[in-house]
């Protein structure tokens, strides 16, 4: 009768105690531990998965912006304007540049010539800049962009306008 009720004892304090009296005592973590760690990993897991999400996202972009540049290339060579070129018979522009593509409508050794020049395109609203090489030879930039479509686009309009020589052409910075 005693065997039997300790059996019943220890059978009663296993199902009131459950399975953490155990793993205590074996050194283990008991249920609150691994629903902790269980919620950490899950927490994670969905940063994992949205860091994936915007790194999927921004190599769409950078894909649709090749996909248009490439379809652009296209109408250029088929327009035959502007000329694309990544060498300069001035060599590299200094610094670091920012965009792939210059529209470039001038190059000047005269600081004050590239200066107007650069005042009259911001005036009519252009995002103007400059490209400094060696020598102290300045081009001077209508429009920047990373997608070539946008420097077409851009170059079409000011061309229409009166605006861009028919001498311009589109730096490509391979460097970007």
């Known amino acids: 009768?005693?065997?039997v009720t300790r059996i019943i004892l220890i059978l009663s304090i296993l199902a009131l105690s459950g399975c953490d009296f155990f793993r205590n005592v074996a050194g283990r973590p008991d249920?609150?531990?691994?629903?902790?760690k269980a919620r950490k990993i899950e927490q994670r897991r969905l940063e994992l998965s949205d860091s994936l999400s915007r790194e999927q996202e921004r190599i769409r972009v950078q894909q649709q912006l090749i996909?248009?540049?490439?379809?652009t290339l296209e109408r250029i060579r088929q327009d035959g304007w502007p000329r694309i070129s990544s060498v300069s018979r001035f060599g590299t522009p200094a610094g670091d540049l920012q965009h792939r593509y210059y529209l470039v409508v001038g190059v000047y050794r005269s600081a004050q010539t590239s200066s107007r020049v650069l005042t009259s395109l911001r005036g009519i609203g252009y995002q103007?800049?400059?490209?400094?090489?060696?020598?102290?030879?300045?081009?001077?930039y209508m429009a920047a962009s990373d997608c070539l479509c946008d420097i077409k686009t851009t170059a079409d309009e000011a061309k229409r306008a009166g605006n861009c020589p028919p001498d311009a052409w589109i730096y490509l910075n391979e460097k970007n």
């Open 1 to 3: 009768m005693k065997k």
């Open 67 to 71: 996909s248009d540049s490439l379809s």
């Open 31 to 36: 249920s609150a531990a691994i629903e902790q």
């Open 128 to 140: 103007a800049g400059f490209l400094s090489f060696p020598e102290g030879v300045k081009s001077v």
